[in-house]
């Protein structure tokens, strides 16, 4: 069975700083996908980045990067210049991969991310 | 509109009481899941399913059963709520299979509290 980890409960960091969220994971496929969402406090579930495991360039969209190391599994997000709109609980999550994909996200337990102004 | 929906969007009900959490979707999307987020626990899946006739327990179906009316439709029922079944709800759709990945998309959310 996969897990996921997120070791930190919250987080906080000053507007316009960068700040890494750090995720793990456990599983015994070699090929797999890894998601940050974002829920900000309207509740919406907001894919930020999708990491596939194939692939060994990161992920990047804008000011949101992933450090994926597969050997560690080990998949943390780094967000730049971070804006007080950033402020979330952040979530990692796995799915399987081709054949075997059921479309079923394994979550991490969240990280609470508070941007200072 | 929003192309995912859920209703009630917030809901207090009693110990014992039966409810029944609604969820809608203009997507044109076969699979339709529902998840329990729990803080300090993530996301949890509950049930699943491919399209009407395939239906699916996720990790934590014990106290839940669903059903899928049509393709667009696909609710959720506690039949005697308990307390901790206190929780904020989500309903989520993706495309077929048969490619690798097949993005999901959540609907806003039903927070649930059982008195």
């Known amino acids: 069975a996969q897990t996921v980890t997120q070791s930190q409960p919250e987080m906080s960091v000053q507007e316009a700083e960068t700040v890494t969220l750090s995720c793990t994971y456990d599983?015994?496929?070699?090929?797999?996908?890894l998601f940050w969402y974002k829920q900000p406090p309207s509740r919406q579930m907001i894919l930020v980045i999708r990491q596939e495991a194939y692939k060994q360039q990161n992920a990047t969209e804008n000011r949101f990067s992933v450090n994926f190391q597969k050997a560690a599994k080990s998949f943390s997000l780094k967000i730049s210049d971070s804006q007080l709109g950033d402020t979330a609980m952040y979530f990692c999550a796995f799915m399987k991969h081709g054949s075997s994909n059921t479309g079923k996200l394994i979550f991490g337990q969240g990280t609470t991310l508070q941007v200072k102004p | 509109d929003a192309d995912v929906t859920q209703t009630p969007r917030n809901r207090i009900t009693k110990t014992g009481k039966r409810i029944m959490l609604e969820c809608s979707q203009t997507?044109?999307?076969?699979?339709m899941y529902w998840y329990r987020q729990d803080p300090g626990l993530g996301l949890r899946l509950i049930y699943y399913?491919?399209?009407?006739?395939?239906?699916n327990k996720g990790e934590i179906s014990d106290g839940y059963s669903v059903s899928r009316q049509a393709q667009a439709k696909f609710s959720l029922s506690l039949e005697s709520a308990i307390p901790n079944q206190t929780a904020l709800y989500f309903c989520a759709t993706s495309d077929t299979g048969g490619r690798a990945y097949n993005e999901q998309f959540f609907g806003p959310g039903t927070r649930l509290t059982v008195l």
């Open positions: 599983t015994s496929e070699s090929n797999y996908y």
């Open positions: 399913s491919f399209d009407v006739k395939d239906i």
């Open positions: 997507k044109g999307h076969d699979r």
